[in-house]
């Protein structure tokens, strides 16, 4: 097996190797070229994030500065939307369902590192998918951590470090990030209009 193969297959694997050092070199390149596009350049955005990511629906926008190992393995859904310094470490799948927003600062991060110093020092890693159901709100400064699934329609508190799968329709926050209780109908705003109805 290839050091990508490996990789791919959630198996320990060398990050040194040629291949996948090359590969996050011409991710790298296009992330800072992305950075660097004039702000309403919208569709030289999108050409870039188009040759970057696996797959994106529409509706994708992504503020600068946005870093990411691969590319390649990042799949995003219709109407996303991230705020300022998105990062994701892509060495294993990361899945974003549609309408999710995500604040600043906030990163998503597959790759992990043996416990044992002598093989973490040899450059030996491992990497989880994360996944993000539809309809979810990331709030500022969160950090979701290898193997992380988080369902449809939850929301993750500012802050969070989420170590373990969050269950759907939830509002979650803490390190560890945990549910602290269900989504209502009670959680529905009033829109207000600014129109005196007395």
Request: glycine letters at 10%; charged letters at 25%; one cysteine or more.
């Amino acid at each position: 097996m290839t050091e990508k193969e490996k990789q791919q297959a959630g198996l320990l694997y060398n990050s040194n190797d040629k291949e996948l050092v090359q590969e996050r070199v011409n991710a790298k390149k296009l992330c800072a070229i992305y950075n660097t596009i004039e702000y309403n350049d919208y569709q030289k955005k999108e050409r870039l994030l188009d040759r970057l990511l696996a797959l994106r629906g529409s509706k994708t926008w992504i503020e600068a500065n946005f870093f990411c190992d691969y590319g390649y393995n990042i799949i995003i859904g219709d109407n996303f939307y991230a705020n300022h310094n998105l990062v994701i470490l892509d060495c294993a799948e990361v899945i974003f369902g549609d309408n999710v927003f995500i604040g600043p600062n906030c990163g998503f991060y597959t790759a992990g590192h043996p416990l044992d110093a002598e093989q973490r020092n040899s450059g030996l890693e491992f990497a989880k998918p994360i996944k993000v159901g539809s309809n979810v709100w990331i709030g500022g400064n969160v950090c979701v951590m290898p193997g992380v699934t988080i369902g449809d329609g939850a929301v993750i508190g500012g802050g969070s470090v989420v170590t373990k799968d969050i269950p759907a329709g939830v509002v979650a926050v803490g390190n560890p990030c945990k549910p602290v209780r269900e989504i209502t109908e009670k959680d529905v705003m009033e829109l207000n209009t600014g129109e005196d109805n007395s």
